[in-house]
């Protein structure tokens, strides 16, 4: 799709784009704002020349789900909006942004997401950034299961 070896920020906003196959070229991008599109798909290996990368913007979109592995690659990452998706507990995989130990800001609002495991903020690596979860918008159930919370400072 891209050829530019050179580019370093890529926004593709607002373009109704229901699918990306690939990235090519674009090894060294810094940042990739896929927002407002009609995506509802991303294959487990899009991201998979994005070593670089440090913000993903993917809010307002249509994706249902996280495959496992779609952000393994993302070991620079210290930014990502998934908000305004149709995200829901069950399709988000436990530890989804694990490779990212980078990660300060995870942004999650207005899904469908109504549990929230402790390990959506783990890491493979140590030490671990600071992370900030915002999970504004969801029909969260209170309940025993969020007493993890209680342990973050």
């Known amino acids: 799709m891209f050829y530019d070896c050179d580019t370093q920020a890529l926004s593709l906003d607002s373009n109704q784009l229901a699918y990306i196959y690939a990235f090519h070229g674009i090894g060294g991008l810094l940042s990739l704002s896929l927002h407002n599109n009609n995506l509802s798909f991303l294959g487990s290996d899009l991201f998979s020349d994005f070593d670089q990368l440090t913000t993903l913007l993917l809010q307002d979109n249509h994706l249902p789900r996280i495959l496992p592995g779609t952000f393994d690659s993302l070991v620079s990452l210290t930014y990502i909006?998934?908000?305004?998706?149709?995200l829901k507990t069950e399709t988000v995989p436990r530890a989804f942004l694990r490779a990212s130990s980078k990660l300060g800001n995870v942004y999650l609002d207005d899904n469908q997401l109504k549990n929230v495991d402790g390990c959506m903020l783990a890491t493979r690596r140590a030490p671990v950034t600071q992370?900030?979860?915002?999970?504004?918008g969801n029909p969260i159930k209170c309940d025993c299961s969020l007493r993890w919370l209680l342990h973050l400072r």
């Open 81 to 86: 909006d998934l908000s305004r998706n149709r």
């Open 131 to 136: 992370r900030m979860l915002s999970l504004l």
